[in-house]
């Protein structure tokens, strides 16, 4: 269905909630969020480094074509408790959107279906409503590569 | 600029919330709105005034009353500023969906 994911992001407020409904038992999601080459498949990213434990960290690198470092972000896990909860930061390197704290709960709620919530909270309102913009400007700098891509072919 | 006429400043107040709920289903007007709020009748006013120099309320004279409408366009506008950031969401979660089917399936065996 096309509105699975749901978004509460009230306005004025610092935080977003994602909630999100799965047709997966809540260890096969967790282990989704928490293992490496699991993470970078469906994220879409090279996943450098995943500490998945109390007090570990991870950091993300996505590449272009070129091998050309597009996007890095990091953050340090402050707490993992397997099929239950992950707290972490996540940054993106030299971007201006600051830090922001996630709290991601996760709830069987049947033997194969389960529930994501992620609460994120950011250093202000202006930059909460910075990253809620952030895939309408991305989704133009895609279109622009594209173009550009297509163009090159042309020539 | 001012700030005012922004629709996200516009709705960032609960009490402007509650008008565009209330405005949802059906017109009313400026009276009967205010009728609903604890709120000083002078303070609906300049609510409404706000929701309607930010284009979110249209105002339609109605014999010797003027009705308060919700304007759709602009509130799809709201909509629209989230969809892609749940969108971007939603194609990664189908993605993780997907991804982990298989090993449903080898569990169960």
């Known amino acids: 269905m096309e509105t699975k994911t749901q978004v509460h992001a009230e306005e004025g407020k610092q935080e977003i909630k994602i909630t999100r409904e799965f047709n997966l038992p809540v260890h096969l999601l967790f282990r989704a969020c928490t293992e490496a080459e699991?993470?970078?498949?469906?994220?879409?990213?090279?996943?450098?480094?995943?500490?998945?434990?109390?007090?570990?960290?991870?950091?993300?690198?996505?590449?272009?074509?070129?091998?050309?470092?597009?996007?890095?972000?990091?953050?340090?896990?402050?707490?993992?408790?397997?099929?239950?909860?992950?707290?972490?930061?996540?940054?993106?390197?030299?971007?201006?959107?600051?830090?922001?704290?996630?709290?991601?709960?996760?709830?069987?709620?049947?033997?194969?279906?389960?529930?994501?919530?992620?609460?994120?909270?950011?250093?202000?309102?202006?930059?909460?409503?910075?990253?809620?913009?952030?895939?309408?400007?991305?989704?133009?700098?895609?279109?622009?590569?594209?173009?550009?891509?297509?163009?090159?072919?042309?020539? | 600029m001012n700030l005012r006429r922004d629709v996200f400043q516009a709705i960032a107040d609960p009490t402007r919330r509650a008008i565009l709920l209330l405005l949802a289903t059906q017109a009313l007007p400026a009276g009967a709105i205010a009728a609903h709020f604890d709120t000083a009748r002078p303070t609906v006013s300049k609510h409404l005034q706000i929701l309607t120099e930010c284009e979110l309320l249209k105002q339609e004279q109605s014999g010797r009353e003027i009705y308060y409408h919700l304007n759709p366009h602009k509130m799809k506008a709201i909509a629209d500023f989230i969809e892609p950031f749940r969108s971007m969401w939603e194609d990664r979660f189908r993605k993780l969906e997907t991804m982990m089917q298989p090993y449903k399936t080898k569990k169960a065996k």
């Not at chain 1, 074509?65 to 996540?90: M, S, W, Y």
């Open chain 1, 38 to 155: 699991l993470v970078s498949q469906w994220m879409g990213t090279n996943v450098r480094k995943l500490d998945s434990r109390n007090h570990g960290s991870y950091r993300y690198e996505t590449t272009d074509k070129e091998g050309r470092v597009v996007f890095q972000a990091n953050g340090t896990i402050h707490a993992c408790v397997p099929d239950r909860k992950l707290v972490r930061t996540f940054e993106m390197d030299g971007s201006p959107y600051g830090v922001q704290l996630e709290i991601h709960t996760f709830e069987p709620l049947t033997e194969d279906t389960s529930r994501l919530q992620m609460h994120m909270i950011y250093e202000s309102v202006a930059q909460r409503d910075a990253v809620l913009k952030l895939p309408f400007t991305q989704g133009i700098n895609w279109a622009h590569n594209r173009l550009e891509e297509i163009v090159s072919k042309l020539k």
